[in-house]
C-alpha cells in the first residue's frame, strides 16, 4: 500500500515550453504533498509543499510563478514547470504521507521520479 | 533547523562483508528517522524507518539501524553486503510535524565482486 504513482518518467522537451508532472497517490489520500528537485550525484532539496485545496509553500530561492504546483484534490498533485530552460533540466520528485489504517505511524513515500530534460 | 549530515560520500566494500553507513542529525525533539535507497534514475525506497520504542530497527533487505540519542546518530548497517544492494543512500529526519524531510547529501555504495 501507500503508493504514489508519478508520471512522466522521461521528458524532453523545447526551451520555453511548459512541462507538466503528475503525482498520484494510488491507495490512500494525501492532504499533502512534496516536491524535491535532485541534481546530478546531489541529494534531494525540498521545493515546495502542497497541501489540498489550498496555495502550496514554496523554500527560499524556488520561484513560484515558475514551478506551478496544484493540488486540487486529495490524490493529485502537479508540477508545472513553465518557460523552461536548460537549466531546469534536473531529477524531480515528489513525495506524500500516508497515514496507515489502524494503529501505527505512517511515512513518506516517493513516486519514481521525471527524469526531465530541456534542450 | 533540522540538518542531517552522511560523513561518508561514497564507500566501497566486498560482496559478502559487512557495511555501516553513518548518519548524524541535529535536531531540536525526538527525530523521526529514515534510511531511503535510490538505484540509478529511480525514485525512492523506504529502507527502515524510527519514531520511538526500540532503537535497534529492522528494515527490508535485511537492513538494520540503530538510534543513538546521545551520539545523535542513526548509522545503517547490514552484515553481508550483495551486488545488488550498490546503490545510493539517504538518511532523513523528519520533523515532529511530520510534514517534512530534511535528508543528508547521500552515500553512494559499490559493491566489489
Known amino acids: 500500500g501507500a503508493v504514489v504513482s508519478q508520471h512522466p518518467s522521461r521528458v524532453i522537451c523545447k526551451s520555453g515550453t511548459s512541462v507538466k508532472i503528475e503525482c498520484r497517490s494510488l491507495d490512500f489520500q494525501a492532504t499533502t504533498m512534496f516536491w524535491y528537485r535532485q541534481f546530478p550525484k546531489q541529494s534531494l532539496m525540498l521545493m515546495a509543499t502542497s497541501n489540498e485545496g489550498s496555495k502550496a509553500t514554496y523554500e527560499q530561492g524556488v520561484e513560484k510563478d515558475k514551478f506551478l504546483i496544484n493540488h486540487a484534490s486529495l490524490t493529485l498533485s502537479t508540477l508545472t514547470v513553465t518557460s523552461a530552460h536548460p537549466e531546469d533540466s534536473s531529477f524531480y520528485i515528489c513525495?506524500?504521507?500516508?497515514?496507515?489504517?489502524?494503529?501505527?505511524?505512517?511515512?513518506?513515500?516517493f513516486g519514481s521520479g521525471t527524469r526531465l530534460t530541456v534542450v | 533547523a533540522q540538518s542531517v549530515t552522511q560523513p561518508d560520500i561514497h564507500i566501497t566494500v566486498s560482496e559478502g562483508a559487512s557495511l555501516e553507513l553513518r548518519c548524524n542529525y541535529s535536531y531540536g525533539a525526538t527525530p523521526y528517522l529514515f534510511w531511503y535507497v535510490q538505484s540509478p534514475g529511480q525514485g525512492l525506497q523506504l529502507l527502515l524507518k524510527?519514531?520511538?520504542?526500540?532503537?535497534l530497527v529492522q528494515g527490508i533487505k535485511g537492513f538494520e539501524a540503530e538510534f543513538k540519542r546521545s551520539q545523535s546518530s542513526f548509522n545503517l548497517r547490514k552484515p553481508s553486503v550483495h551486488w545488488s544492494d550498490a546503490a545510493e543512500y539517504f538518511c532523513a529526519v523528519g520533523n515532529n510535524a511530520g510534514n517534512m524531510l530534511t535528508f543528508g547529501g547521500g552515500t553512494r555504495l559499490m559493491v566489489k565482486p
Open positions: 513525495s506524500a504521507i500516508f497515514l496507515p489504517k489502524g494503529q501505527g505511524r505512517g511515512g513518506y513515500t
Open positions: 524510527y519514531f520511538s520504542g526500540d532503537t
